[in-house]
T-cell receptor, first 110, second 114 residues
Framework: GQQVMQIPQYQHVQEGEDFTTYCNSS?????IQWYKQRPGGHPVFLIQ?????EVKKQKRLTFQFGEAKKNSSLHITATQTTDVGTYFC??????????FGPGTSLSVIP | EAQVTQNPRYLITVTGKKLTVTCSQN?????MSWYRQDPGLGLRQIYY???????DKGDVPEGYKVSRKEKRNFPLILESPSPNQTSLYFC?????????????FGPGTRLTVT
């Protein structure tokens, strides 16, 4: 079936280092959303990408949607302790279903 | 305040004892959904509803029931809970049923079935 994968599963970084998580789909996606879940919390929407090759920025976060609309990435520049959490991508398939990736858990060492 | 509420937040129960987890949203959203979250598996959709009286199975519907009698409420029913349904459950809602809008998640319900 259709799958959305994310790598890495876990990432530990020193505060100030950069961080990137990658999301890959087995099929072409209509759009992709990114969510952040703080420890003990619930997923919170960050952004949505729709167009092939689209790049969006939110302060230190850069989101990219691949040309083939089958992959996406989230890059955080100069991580801070407030960035700790699990980052999920969620892709909308051609069948109008939303499939979440398994998430990348980010730890930031002060 | 716009929000999705779930009750209870924590529940410990025994195998076979029917339970209901309530979900309510105050944003007049059309689309509502239930997910379960397990370590390493991310969020898996159980059931979703595109509008009142319209529900459909997600990826892991076995052992669960839902209903959507009113727009704001979307309860999750476990008729005969089993230990493999021990999980963290999230209800979510979205403005429209076309999946082009962000989902708002409730605070979660941690269920333990012994």
């Amino acid at each position: 079936g259709q799958q959305v994968m994310q790598i890495p599963q876990y990432q530990h970084v020193q505060e100030g280092e950069d961080f990137t998580t990658y999301c890959n789909s087995s099929t072409t996606l209509s759009n992709i959303q990114w969510y952040k879940q703080r420890p003990g919390g619930h997923p919170v929407f960050l952004i949505q990408l729709v167009k092939s090759g689209e790049v969006k920025k939110q302060k230190r976060l850069t989101f990219q949607f691949g040309e083939a609309k089958k992959n996406s990435s989230l890059h955080i520049t100069a991580t801070q302790t407030t960035d700790v959490g699990t980052y999920f991508c969620a892709g909308k398939t051609s069948y109008d279903k939303v499939i979440f990736g398994p998430g990348t858990s980010l730890s930031v060492i002060p | 305040e716009a929000q999705v509420t779930q009750n209870p937040r924590y529940l410990i129960t025994v195998t076979g004892k029917k339970l209901t987890v309530t979900c309510s949203q105050n944003m007049n959203h059309e689309y509502m959904s239930w997910y379960r979250q397990d370590p390493g598996l991310g969020l898996r959709q159980i059931y979703y509803s595109m509008n009142v009286e319209v529900t459909d199975k997600g990826d892991v519907p076995e052992g669960y029931k839902v209903s959507r009698k009113e727009k704001r409420n979307f309860p999750l029913i476990l008729e005969s809970p089993s230990p493999n349904q021990t999980s963290l459950y999230f209800c979510a809602s979205s403005l429209s049923s076309d999946n082009s809008y962000e989902q708002y998640f409730g605070p979660g319900t941690r269920l333990t079935v012994t």
